[in-house]
């Protein structure tokens, strides 16, 4: 249709290529995260809004004292899920950028394959792959242990 003259240089700018990878890849995981969290809201229990209401509470009240306590747990799986799948995205990048311009969206799963299918050094790759195993491991503990101590309140 010929509407666009020049290409845009979002991608192609060392700049703006990281913000835009970074908008697509929260794009992305907004559908798994809404239908996650419209989960959640759905399974709490309506009488303790009944309460509130009749206790004369109004909506703001509602939502930052029962409704976000409530979705606690919720609210901390979206947000490790979240970490997890940012932490290993590949594809949106790679599909975009292939880590450039510049090395600028150059992220760790990129780094790795960059390491093994381009260079063909595959230890350095393996090592790279520990390394993001680890940061994972790390993130799941502080997740386990958050989730652990909610329980116990």
């Known amino acids: 249709m010929h509407l666009i003259k020049e290409p845009i ?4 700018q060392a700049d ?5 990878v970074i908008i697509v890849n929260v794009w992305l995981g907004i559908p798994f995260n809404t239908i ?3 989960a959640g809201i759905t399974g709490l229990p309506e009488d303790v809004y009944e309460a509130a209401t009749v206790d004369g509470a109004n909506g703001w009240q509602r939502l930052v004292h029962i409704t976000i306590p409530l979705l606690r747990p919720t609210i901390l799986s979206v947000l490790m899920l ?7 995205v590949f594809d949106v990048i790679w599909i ?3 880590g450039g311009p510049a090395n600028a969206t150059e992220v ?5 394959y960059r390491l ?3 260079s063909f050094n595959f230890g350095q790759s393996a090592a790279v792959s520990v390394i993001i195993l ?4 790390v993130a799941a503990i502080f997740y386990l242990k958050v989730a652990i101590q909610e329980e116990k309140i």
């Open 9 to 12: 240089g979002w991608v192609t």
């Open 16 to 20: 703006t290529a990281l913000v835009t």
């Open 36 to 38: 996650l969290l419209s």
């Open 82 to 88: 979240g970490f997890i799948y940012t932490l290993r």
């Open 96 to 98: 975009m950028t292939k």
């Open 108 to 112: 760790l799963p990129t780094f790795a």
């Open 116 to 118: 093994s299918f381009i």
């Open 134 to 137: 680890a940061i994972l491991l």
